[in-house]
């Protein structure tokens, strides 16, 4: 069974910066991916950023050149390096796991509150 753990996120004023955590336990097999949905209050999840285990990267158009993500596949270890934060990237920060033939798991999520 795959679990994913987050860590990171709190509040920060706009223009800061906060980095995302996210570790995987549990045996891992085949193609995957790994990245961030958030969802802000009365809004749908949205896809934030992703890395497949090839390195092939995936962004939200607002926030390319802000957000990098970056992961480590021999530790099953994702990072989401946030800066120049905005208010509008408020919202609960859903770390993912997802592995061809198998499942999509979710870690717990974290709040990332961006506000002066």
């Known amino acids: 069974q795959v679990q994913l753990v987050e860590s990171g996120g709190g509040s920060v004023q706009p223009g800061g910066s906060l980095r995302l955590s996210c570790a995987a336990s549990?045996?891992?097999?085949?193609?995957?991916?790994m990245g961030w949905y958030r969802q802000a209050p009365g809004k749908q999840r949205e896809l934030v950023a992703s890395?497949?285990?090839?390195?092939?990267?995936t962004y939200a158009h607002s926030v390319k050149g802000r957000f990098t993500v970056s992961r480590d596949n021999a530790k099953n270890t994702a990072n989401l390096q946030m800066s120049n934060l905005r208010p509008d990237d408020t919202a609960v920060y859903y770390c993912?796991?997802?592995?061809?033939?198998?499942?999509?798991?979710w870690g717990q999520g974290t709040q990332v509150t961006v506000s002066s």
């Open positions: 993912y796991l997802w592995v061809f033939t198998a499942n999509t798991y």
């Open positions: 549990g045996s891992i097999f085949g193609i995957n991916t």
């Open positions: 890395m497949s285990d090839a390195g092939t990267t």
